[in-house]
């Protein structure tokens, strides 16, 4: 018996993700091949290295997610790529190669972009209807808040006017000495930190909009690491993690609010590489809790980078009947949700 399958690929940055997916883009199968480690001695994504390492990682990738779903190319019904934002000679890989695909395939092609993946994504899993709602997308490039009508109909209501969130935990980890990428390391280091230990600025939080700001969080981390002679160790170190996280979890929280009471909504969703952050999931989850709002996160596996998210987005569209993509369509780096 022949499946409805969708066949999804993302590289638009430095992770190579291939995903198989039923028609309701519940996914068989989710492969990453992280690049994390190649990027790392630099400190950051090398765009050359990144886009020849998807080059080689595809083929082997889409095997083992051909075998790890027990099917073949013929029971793709559609493909999908992430053809933005992003980095363009890593976002060209993917949604060539999908394109090659569908063509081969004969099959319809969906261009996604990338933050309409992560947006989705709290709806993935465990699966539930997409309603409208307030979408917080919190990543290494973006941080966004977003109204959701409907799938395909997105009003921006704020971002970031400098560096996003996962910027700032990268970029603060890099003067603190810690292991690309820095989020998940800050974030290690902040279990045993006090919270309160260092009072770090939270820009914008009264601003009267929904944008945020996070260079001046950055600014005064160094002058902090100034004041004390060098970056800190040992407890010191700890609480000054515990305290930059605590920073930016609570401007994130604080605005995630705002936004659902300047709407109405009583359904919010997190997203992006940030979301996998404990504290923010925790204090998300119970400041909605406190309002009377329900906030999903989405499921720390589909939270960084993946294709199964991209799957989970052309068939949203798709069940809405958006029509697929042409396939002399360009990707476009600087891609807008809105
Ligand atoms: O969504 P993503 O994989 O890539 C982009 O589209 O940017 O997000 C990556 C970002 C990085 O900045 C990384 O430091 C951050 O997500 N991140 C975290 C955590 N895990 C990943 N930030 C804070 N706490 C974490 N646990
Ligand atoms: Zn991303």
């Known amino acids: 018996m022949s499946a409805e399958l969708v066949l999804a690929i993302e590289t638009s940055c430095d992770e190579t993700a291939v995903a198989i997916a039923d028609a309701d883009g519940l996914p068989l199968v989710s492969r990453v091949a992280s690049q994390v480690r190649l990027h790392a001695p630099y400190g950051g994504v ?19 997610a051909f075998a790890g779903a027990g099917t073949t190319p013929g029971d793709i019904a559609f493909v999908a790529a992430t053809s933005g934002p992003g980095l363009a000679s890593s976002l060209l890989v993917g949604d060539t190669l999908a394109k090659a695909v569908a063509v081969g395939l004969a099959r319809p092609f969906y261009s996604i972009n990338h933050l309409e993946g992560h947006l989705l994504s709290p709806f993935l899993n465990p699966p539930r209807e997409i309603e409208p709602h307030i979408a917080l997308v919190v990543s290494g490039g973006h941080t966004l808040l977003v109204e959701v009508r409907r799938v395909g109909d997105y009003r921006l209501l704020g971002s970031t006017k400098d560096d996003a969130a996962g910027e700032a935990f ?9 292991p690309y990428p820095g989020g998940p390391e800050i974030a290690k280091l902040a279990a045993t930190g006090r919270r309160d230990a ?9 601003s009267g909009d929904l944008d945020f700001s996070f260079s001046g969080l950055k600014t005064s981390a160094r002058y902090l690491i100034d004041r004390l002679d060098g970056v800190p160790s040992g407890q010191l170190l700890a609480d000054f993690c515990a305290s930059f996280e605590e920073t930016i979890v609570d401007v994130l929280v604080a605005k995630l609010l705002q936004a659902c009471r300047h709407t109405g909504l009583r359904l919010a969703a997190v997203s992006g590489g940030v979301s996998c952050n404990r504290r923010l999931r925790e204090r998300a989850v119970g400041a909605g809790r406190e309002a009377g709002l329900e906030i999903l996160v989405a499921d720390p596996a589909y939270s960084t980078d993946n294709a199964a998210m991209i799957a989970f987005a052309a068939a949203a569209r798709r069940k809405v009947g958006i029509p697929p993509s042409p396939l002399d369509g360009d990707i476009d780096p600087n891609r807008r949700l809105a």
């Open 46 to 64: 090398v765009p050359e290295l990144a886009s020849r390492n998807h080059t080689l990682d595809l083929r082997p990738l889409l095997e083992s």
């Open 170 to 178: 990268d970029k603060v980890g890099k003067l603190l000495g810690l």
């Open 198 to 206: 260092f009072p770090f600025p939270r820009s914008m939080v009264r």
